[in-house]
């Protein structure tokens, strides 16, 4: 079963090492990303790929909808580890236009489990709807809720214990927030970048 990606998988291997030999070696002996990448689990959002890095060198965590939960186990574990371990100077929260999990989220479609996943955007939701329903229903409303998704899952990062701490030891770090476009395979950078504890109550209200 699955021959076709085993023999991708070979290849790859292969187109690898021959361009450089000891790829894999250094690879094995450790893991020093600069970066952690939180993004949707989106197939078609491909996180090395679209910034032309290698294994190794950015840290990914995915979900639905691209999220940031203070309750999730799994997010702060990878948030611990790349921040008190890895040292990473920058952490992007990647949404991405047309993401199937933030119109879900408000759609008025209930599909059990993932709804209360999705609660976080209902709230996001909420906290702007005079902006939101004054653009037209379609496209345009769900884009700009992408956007104010990513800048909240920003102050989520930006709030956590691991991140303020790093802060006040002097670590250098920043998070950031980027929107991918299917359409065109180019992230759009939303200007939401926090620095440091001075910078998140200046935070702008996207």
């Given at each position: ?64 909808a691209n999220l940031a939960p ?137």
């Amino acid at each position: 079963m699955l021959e076709d990606l085993k023999a991708n998988n070979a290849a790859w291997s292969a187109g690898k090492t021959e361009v450089d030999p000891d790829f894999f070696k250094r690879l094995e002996r450790q893991q020093s990303p600069k970066y952690l990448w939180i993004g949707c689990s989106d197939s078609r959002v491909p996180a090395n790929e679209i910034v032309g890095l290698d294994p190794g060198e950015l840290f990914v965590h995915r979900n639905v909808a691209n999220l940031a939960p203070p309750q999730d186990a799994n997010y702060l574990s990878v948030l611990q580890f790349a921040v008190d371990v890895l040292k990473v100077q920058h952490i992007m929260v990647v949404g991405h236009y047309g993401c199937g999990g933030v119109n879900a989220a408000v759609d008025g479609v209930r599909r059990g489990l993932v709804d209360h996943w999705l609660h976080p955007i209902r709230e996001v939701f909420e906290s702007h709807r005079a902006e939101l329903e004054a653009i037209p229903e379609g496209r345009a409303r769900q884009d700009r809720l992408c956007e104010l998704n990513v800048a909240r899952q920003v102050r989520n990062v930006a709030s956590d214990i691991f991140v303020q701490d790093a802060w006040a030891r002097g670590q250098s770090l920043c998070v950031h927030g980027w929107v991918y476009t299917l359409g065109t395979g180019l992230v759009t950078d939303l200007g939401v970048t926090i620095g440091g504890r001075g910078d998140y109550g200046m935070l702008p209200t996207l």
